[in-house]
């Protein structure tokens, strides 16, 4: 009897022990998914662009969060842009060119794509440069046989040209040539407060009234 009972002790023991070991690794498991799962946007990297003549042409962004830091709308929140970037175009031969470098006041994701813009705090470029806004749009190929592309507000008009919004940038157009951008896209629970919200329920509402 003793020891049918001593055996039955030993088998919910071990029972026991598998139950929590198991529940220990599952634990284990989603702890470390949600120390790898990205907490919020990012483009981070550094990057040289190809160009065919030789001329160098270099980004590097360490962007995070999401949404305008300084709304321009009266009421809206505050988004948690921050960061910094860095951009350079010299010639081929490394001795004419200038060099910029800023602080990131908005930054939006979607999927594998970013658009920030920054206000330049420091550079060789021409006088006025310090205290402009430039944007930025990077394309990340993720790896899958897609080069990363960059975009930028300056592709037209120029840096000394109109005051670039936040948040505002052109099409990356531009191939990458060495280097790697990174995109993390976490779309926050309501980045830019109940304004859309709202006005995708009033545009329901009144297609439901017109039915």
């Known amino acids: 009897m003793l020891r049918s009972t001593t055996l039955?002790?030993?088998?919910?023991?071990?029972?026991?022990?598998?139950?929590?070991?198991?529940?220990a690794v599952t634990a284990s498991a989603t702890d470390g998914a949600a120390r790898k799962a990205p907490r919020e946007s990012s483009l981070t990297g550094s990057a040289k662009l190809y160009r065919a003549d030789g001329q160098q042409v270099r980004f590097s962004f360490d962007a995070h969060g999401f949404a305008p830091a300084e709304p321009a709308e009266p009421g809206a929140p505050a988004g948690t842009s921050r960061g910094t970037f860095r951009f350079s175009h010299y010639?081929?031969?490394?001795?004419?060119?200038?060099?910029?470098?800023?602080?990131?006041?908005?930054?939006?994701?979607?999927?594998p794509v970013a658009t920030a813009t920054g206000i330049i705090t420091r550079s060789d470029l021409p006088p006025g440069a310090v205290g402009k806004r430039v944007g930025f749009t990077v394309y990340d190929g993720k790896g899958d046989g897609e080069k990363d592309r960059v975009g930028y507000s300056w592709?037209?008009?120029?840096?000394?040209?109109?005051e670039v919004p936040k948040c505002l940038s052109a099409a990356p157009y531009e191939t990458v040539e060495s280097g790697d951008f990174t995109v993390r896209h976490v779309l926050p629970p309501n980045p830019s407060g109940n304004s859309a919200a709202s006005a995708n329920s009033a545009a329901s509402a009144t297609s439901g009234d017109k039915e």
């Open 91 to 111: 010639s081929a031969d490394g001795k004419q060119g200038a060099y910029a470098e800023g602080r990131i006041d908005c930054l939006l994701t979607g999927g």
């Open 8 to 23: 039955r002790t030993s088998v919910v023991g071990l029972a026991a022990l598998a139950v929590i070991g198991g529940l």
């Open 155 to 162: 592709a037209v008009s120029g840096i000394d040209g109109p």
